[in-house]
């Protein structure tokens, strides 16, 4: 499993400049790391800033011209992150239903045997389990709704830049951190609940379409 991961955003602004925004990501830490304006032309710092990291472009469609030297098996989308998170949500509410029912008739069978023979049988107890309490995922979500989302949820906070041009990148960054901290509490809450199977169980810091673009 792994430990670490980083995500650069990117923006581009206008003809001549590249806003970059760095997310550091443990399994105890989701860090905005850095952030930088570069001249488009400034390769060495654009490679250097972006080597080795998963990165999304937010730039919309119309302005987006091709960014050097990205490698595209690292590119990841928000709606990959967003159809994991929310489906693994909802079948982790599955299972525990599942196994709820699964439980609640295994007592009333185990019930409906007489005391005298059900001496013969494994004990079966009633479960009081706890649902499991997942973040509500939205269907489906634009990056341009970020600031919208942040104010949705109550995490305003710091949406404003000493530079302007890192005012947009900076709100996404947060909207995104904040989705993968809601990861986390998810994938921690699977764990657990113990009547989760071990597939769902098990605990990374992203979701896998994401971790598994990374060497």
Request: one cysteine or more.
């Amino acid at each position: 499993m792994k430990e670490y991961a980083s995500l650069a955003l990117l923006e581009q602004i206008g003809e001549e400049d590249i806003a970059i925004w760095t997310i550091s990501v443990t399994s105890t830490s989701t860090e905005l790391s850095g952030a930088w304006v570069i001249k488009s032309n400034d390769l060495n710092t654009f490679q250097s800033v972006t080597d080795g990291k998963l990165h999304m472009e937010i730039s919309s469609q119309a302005n987006t011209r091709k960014l050097p030297g990205l490698d595209s098996n690292l590119k990841v989308s928000i709606e990959d992150f967003i159809s994991e998170a929310r489906n693994d949500a909802i079948q982790g509410s599955v299972i525990f239903h599942k196994h709820l029912q699964d439980n609640e008739k295994a007592y009333k069978d185990y019930m409906a045997v007489a005391p005298s023979d059900r001496k013969l049988l494994p004990k079966v107890v009633r479960k009081k389990l706890v649902e499991p309490e997942f973040n509500n995922w939205p269907e489906q979500f634009n990056l341009e709704d970020s600031k919208n989302y942040l104010d949705k949820i109550g995490k305003k906070g710091l949406l404003k830049s000493a530079d302007p041009k890192l005012e947009k990148i900076l709100i996404t960054a947060r909207c995104i951190r904040a989705f993968i901290d809601m990861w986390k509490k998810d994938e921690i809450e699977r764990k657990n609940k113990v009547y989760l199977d071990a597939e769902t169980a098990s605990v990374t810091i992203l979701p896998k379409s994401w971790l598994q673009k990374l060497p």
